[in-house]
């Protein structure tokens, strides 16, 4: 069954510092992979999408993320965070009919 | 443009009460529904997800239930509430011909049995 695993509950970096969250899945073929953000309190956000082709996809928000096969790895970086970053990040997989979310990973950012 | 609603966007109720949540999409038809809770250390489940009018999964055995009576509007519902169904509720929706990958979501309710 398909399903996603974020390893880190909690990050913690400084203001202007680089980011990388980690999130590793598990997927019958070559998967389609998802990076949502959630700002306190509301709902989630498409950050970027993974289908095919290029490894290395661009977000908004400057994210990105690097799908590694060899790895089963689709993590999500950002080269210099900033205050409003401050969020609860889900890696995600598609099901039959459904998204299945990672439990996520809460960043706090130090100023 | 599509838009999805939710409300309330707060809710504070005893155990033992029942419940309703209540999620309404516009500017689509035939949409991917899906009911999700999220408490405090568990991440986000998933706890219905509907493909149309009265069809209903459940992903979670629990004291709730879902319906959905109309195209766009998706309900869920417990007869009586307990303290462990305390959490964020968030409705999302999906268009068949978009793709999973574009899930919109709701603002969420934070619910609070006391």
């Known amino acids: 069954a398909q399903s996603v695993t974020q390893p880190d509950i909690h990050i913690t970096v400084s203001e202007g510092a680089s980011l990388e969250l980690r999130c590793n899945y598990s997927?019958?073929?070559?998967?389609?992979l998802f990076w949502y953000v959630q700002s306190p309190g509301q709902g989630l956000q498409l950050l970027l999408k993974?289908?095919?082709?290029?490894?290395l996809v661009q977000g908004i928000k400057g994210f990105e993320a690097e799908f590694k096969r060899s790895q089963s790895s689709f993590n999500l970086r950002k080269p210099s965070v900033h205050w409003s970053d401050a969020a609860e990040y889900f890696c995600a997989v598609p099901g039959d009919d459904k998204i299945i979310f990672g439990k996520g990973t809460r960043l706090h950012i130090l100023p | 443009s599509q838009t999805i609603h939710q409300w309330p966007a707060t809710l504070v109720q005893p155990v033992g009460s029942p419940l309703s949540l209540e999620c309404t999409v516009e500017?689509?038809?035939?949409?991917?529904l899906y009911w999700y809770r999220q408490a405090a250390g568990r991440g986000l489940q998933l706890l219905f997800y509907?493909?149309?009018?009265?069809?209903i999964s459940s992903e979670v055995p629990q004291n709730l239930s879902a319906s959905r009576p109309q195209d766009r509007q998706f309900i869920l519902s417990s007869k009586k509430l307990l303290l462990s169904d305390s959490g964020f509720y968030l409705c999302?929706?999906?268009?068949?011909?978009?793709?999973?990958?574009?899930?919109?979501f709701g603002s969420g309710t934070q619910l609070s049995v006391l």
């Open positions: 997927y019958g073929a070559t998967p389609y």
């Open positions: 999302a929706w999906t268009g068949r011909r978009q793709g999973l990958e574009k899930l919109f």
């Open positions: 993974y289908f095919s082709g290029d490894t």
């Open positions: 500017g689509t038809s035939n949409p991917n």
């Open positions: 509907s493909v149309g009018i009265g069809q």
